[in-house]
C-alpha cells in the first residue's frame, strides 16, 4: 500500500465536560494509533498504522468547543506489515520521512455535532503541505483512574483525506486499466488522554 494516512491523521480529542475547570491531557502515545485505509489495484482495501502518536488536549471543560489540540505523528513509525512498503512510504515519493519527519495537526474550530460528538476542524501538514481538514470526533470516555493513579480518557477520530492534496502523488498504471493506489484515504485516530501533571509516570508502566 503505498499511500498516505495521516496521519493521522491523524486527531485526537479530549472534547466533553465532565468536570468544572480547564485541563491539559497528554496522549500516551503507547496505548495510541493513527491508522489508515487506502485502496489497492482497485480491489481491495490495505491499512496501516502510525505507532507513535504524541500531543496535547487543551479542555475546556465548561465549553468543550473552546478546547484546543495539538497532534504529533511520527512517519518513521508507519507499520504496513510489509518491511518494503513501509521503506518506500518514507521515501521522497511518499511522506519523505528525511525531510519531513512529521505529520502534525492543529485545531482551529471545534463544533458539537452530537452526544459527545464533535466536529474539529484544523490544519493538517503532511510532507511539508499544510491543508485545512475537519474531522468526525467522538468522546472522550469519562475520565477513570488507571492502575497507577493518572486519570485517562479515550477518544477517536475519523475522516477522509485526498493524498494528492499533500503532494503525495505517485502511483502506477495497471495494465488492465485503473492505477496501483487510490487517491483517497481513510483516518482513524484512536487515543488514550493522560491528565497532566504525571503523564509520563502514567505510560511508564505501559509493558506491564
Known amino acids: 500500500m503505498k499511500s498516505l494516512v495521516l496521519a493521522s491523521v491523524f486527531v485526537a480529542t479530549g472534547l466533553s465536560a465532565g468536570a468544572s475547570q480547564a485541563s491539559e491531557w497528554a496522549i500516551d502515545s503507547s496505548h495510541s494509533t493513527a491508522q489508515f485505509t487506502v485502496r489497492h489495484m482497485m480491489v481491495t482495501d490495505v491499512r496501516g498504522t502510525f505507532n507513535k ?3 496535547l488536549v487543551n479542555l475546556d471543560d465548561k465549553d468543550p468547543t473552546k478546547s484546543v489540540v495539538e497532534v504529533s505523528i511520527d512517519v518513521n513509525s508507519v507499520d504496513t506489515r ?7 512510504l518514507k521515501a521522497p515519493d511518499f511522506f519523505n520521512a528525511e525531510k519531513n519527519p512529521k505529520i502534525t495537526f492543529k485545531s482551529s474550530k471545534i463544533k458539537k455535532a452530537g452526544k459527545d460528538k464533535y466536529k474539529v476542524t484544523g490544519d493538517l501538514m503532511i510532507n511539508g503541505v499544510t491543508k485545512e481538514v475537519t474531522l468526525d470526533v467522538a468522546g472522550p470516555t469519562k475520565p477513570l483512574k488507571n492502575p497507577w493513579g493518572m486519570m485517562v480518557r479515550g477518544v477517536s477520530a475519523t475522516g477522509k483525506v485526498n493524498r494528492k492534496d499533500f503532494g503525495l502523488v505517485w502511483n502506477k498504471a495497471l495494465d488492465a486499466g485503473g492505477v496501483l493506489v487510490g487517491d483517497e484515504v481513510k483516518i482513524q485516530v484512536d487515543a488514550e488522554l493522560v ?4 503523564a509520563a509516570a502514567a505510560a511508564a508502566p505501559a509493558a506491564k
Request: avoid cysteine; proline fraction near 14%.
Open 82 to 88: 510489509e518491511p518494503k512498503r513501509d521503506e518506500h
Open 195 to 198: 491528565e497532566k501533571p504525571g
Open 53 to 55: 502518536v504524541d500531543g
